[in-house]
C-alpha cells in the first residue's frame, strides 16, 4: 500500500493552491466543499476560480510562488503547467513538514486525491495509488450505479440516533449486530423509501425488543426477462440482502446467483398445468416465512405485475398486515422486442401496443378476438406457445390479413435467443418445424418487418419463412 487512506478534516484551515488554470480549479472545486479556506497564488486564474472564491471568501495573491505563502497552511496542491514551480512547491511542503499534492506527479505527493462517491455524508475513495486514473474511473462509475443516492439518508437517520442506541445498547458487540440488522433490515429499508418516520419508530420497537419488529417483510422483485445485466439496482439489493428466496422457472441461473450464499431458496416454478407449488400456497407461503422474521424475496422473471401474479400475492401480505415492497422489472415484450429489433410503437406502422395473455386461468384462449383487428396496433401475447394455431387461426378469423407478420422470441435477451418469423398465415406451420421452447414471446403487427433492418443482439438465431 503506496497511501494510507485517511479523511481529513480541513473546514475553516487554510490551504494553499498554486496554480490558476482549469485543473487548480477542479481542485479548488473539491476543496472549497470540503471547507477549506482557500488562497490560490498564481499570476492569472480562471473566471470560474475566481467566482468560486469571491463566493468562499478565499484569496487570490497575484503573482509568481514563493514559499512564504505557505505560512499557517495545512497543506498544499500545486497545479501548475511548470514542472519546476511544482517541484519547489513539494520541497518548501516538504521542508515545513506540510502534506502536498503536485496534481498529475505520485512521486511528488505526499498525499493524493482519491476518486470519490459522494452520497454525503457517506464518502467512498478509489485511488490506485496514482497507476491507473482510467481504471479508476471505471471503479468509480461502477460503484456509483451500485450505491443508492438514498444511503446518505441513511447514514444520517445511524448518526441522528447513534446516541439513543448507544445509551440502549451499551455494549458495544450487541449494538453493532444491531445496526446491521436495522440497517439491512426494514428500517433501512423505509429509511431509503424516504419513511424515516415509521422507519424510527420501527427501530424504537426493536430496542425495546417488542414483537413487531420481529416481524419480516417481503420484496417482490422482477428479475426481468433472463441476462441479469437488465435487473435494477434495486433489485439487486434487496436480493442480496434476502433471508429467504423464492423463484420461478423464468428467473435465469446468474440472476439467481446475485442472492447471498446463505440465503435459503425455495422454487416454486409454474409452467402450463404444471405447478412445482400451487399459487395458494406460494401467497401462504410468503406470510408464514415473513412472520418469522425472514426477510423474504418473491423473485419472479419479467415485471411481476405484468401477467406475474403479483397482485395476487401482495393481497394475502396486505391482509395479514406484513410489510412488503414491489420492485418493477423488465417486462420480456419489452425486452424481447428490443433485442429482436421489433419496435412495439413506430409512427410508420403501430400507434398502439396491447399485452395479451396467451392462455387464461382456466387454459382456454376465450378473448373477445374482435377487439385485435386494428392494423395499426402490434400485439404481444405472453405464454402464448401452446395456443399459438388458435391465436393464428383467430385473428384471421375476425379480421387480420394471413399475411400480418408475427414473431416468436425465445429466450429473449440470452445469449441462446432466437427470433423465428413469419405471418398469421404460415407461423404455425413454421412453429410446429422449429420446436421452439418457453419462454416465448409472441409480437403480431407490421413492426416485424423491421427485424431484418434493426436486429442487433449479438449472434442471435433467426428462424424465417420457407
Known amino acids: ?64 510562488y514563493c514559499s512564504a505563502a505557505l505560512e499557517g ?25 506540510l502534506p502536498v499534492n503536485v496534481v498529475d506527479a505520485p512521486e511528488l505527493c505526499t498525499f493524493i486525491f482519491p476518486s470519490i462517491v459522494e452520497r454525503s455524508p457517506l464518502t467512498i475513495a478509489i485511488s490506485s495509488s496514482g497507476n491507473s486514473p482510467v481504471l ?6 461502477r460503484i456509483e450505479a451500485m450505491v443508492p443516492a438514498a444511503y446518505g439518508r441513511l447514514a444520517l437517520f445511524a448518526g441522528r440516533l447513534r446516541d439513543t442506541v448507544k445509551q440502549a445498547l451499551p455494549d458495544a458487540g450487541a ?8 440497517v439491512e433490515g426494514t428500517v433501512g429499508e423505509l429509511v431509503l423509501a424516504g419513511k424515516e418516520g415509521q422507519a424510527e419508530a420501527s427501530l424504537q420497537a426493536q430496542l425495546q425488543d417488542t414483537a413487531p419488529y420481529h416481524r419480516g417483510e417481503v420484496y ?21 440482502s434476502a433471508d429467504v428466496v423464492l423463484y420461478d422457472r423464468l428467473v435465469a441461473p446468474g440472476i439467481l446467483e446475485m442472492a447471498r450464499r446463505d440465503a435459503e431458496r425455495i422454487y416454486v416454478g409454474k409452467a402450463r398445468s ?34 406475474g401474479r403479483g397482485g395476487e400475492e401482495i393481497e394475502l401480505l396486505a391482509e395479514n398486515a406484513i410489510p412488503f415492497q414491489v420492485i418493477p ?41 374482435s377487439e385485435f383487428c386494428s392494423e395499426s396496433e402490434t400485439l404481444v401475447f405472453y405464454m402464448g406457445l401452446v395456443g399459438l394455431p388458435v391465436i393464428c387461426e383467430q385473428l384471421q378469423r375476425h379480421g387480420r390479413a394471413g399475411d400480418t407478420p408475427i414473431a416468436l422470441v425465445e429466450r429473449a435477451s ?34 416485424v418487418h423491421l427485424h431484418d433492418r434493426l436486429a442487433w443482439f449479438g449472434e442471435h438465431n433467426d428462424v424465417t419463412p420457407r
Open 136 to 141: 479508476v474511473r471505471l471503479l468509480r462509475r
Open 175 to 182: 449494538r453493532r449486530l444491531f445496526w446491521e440488522q436495522a
Open 274 to 307: 404444471e405447478h412445482a407449488v400451487p399459487q395458494d400456497q406460494i401467497n401462504q407461503l410468503l406470510v408464514t416465512l415473513a412472520q418469522q422474521g425472514k426477510r423474504v424475496v418473491r423473485l419472479k422473471g419479467g415485471d411481476p405485475f405484468i401477467f
Open 1 to 64: 500500500m503506496d497511501f494510507l487512506p485517511i479523511s481529513l478534516r480541513i473546514s475553516g484551515s487554510r490551504v494553499l493552491l498554486v496554480g490558476g488554470g482549469q485543473v487548480a480549479t477542479r481542485k479548488a472545486r473539491l476543496l472549497l466543499k470540503a471547507g477549506a479556506s482557500l488562497t490560490v497564488v498564481a499570476p492569472a486564474i480562471a473566471a470560474e476560480l475566481e467566482q468560486m472564491l469571491a463566493q468562499s471568501g478565499g484569496n487570490w495573491q497575484r503573482g509568481e
Open 220 to 240: 417482490l422483485l422482477g428479475a426481468g426477462p433472463g441476462d441479469p445485466d437488465l435487473m435494477t439496482f434495486k433489485a439487486q439489493r434487496l436480493l442480496q
Open 329 to 369: 422489472g423488465i417486462t420480456a415484450a419489452s425486452a424481447a422486442a428490443c433485442y429482436a429489433g421489433i419496435p412495439l410503437t413506430h409512427r410508420d406502422y403501430a400507434r398502439s401496443v396491447r399485452f395479451v395473455a396467451g392462455h387464461l386461468k382456466d387454459g382456454t384462449l376465450n378473448h373477445d378476438w
Open 414 to 447: 440470452t445469449p441462446q435467443q432466437r427470433v423465428i418469423t413469419g405471418t398469421l398465415a404460415t407461423m404455425a406451420a413454421i412453429v410446429e418445424r422449429e420446436n421452439p421452447r418457453a419462454p416465448t414471446l409472441i409480437i403480431v403487427g407490421n413492426v
Open 73 to 97: 497552511a495545512v497543506l498544499a496542491v500545486a497545479a501548475t503547467p511548470l514542472r519546476q514551480v511544482n517541484e519547489q512547491v513539494f520541497r518548501d511542503a516538504s521542508a515545513r513538514q
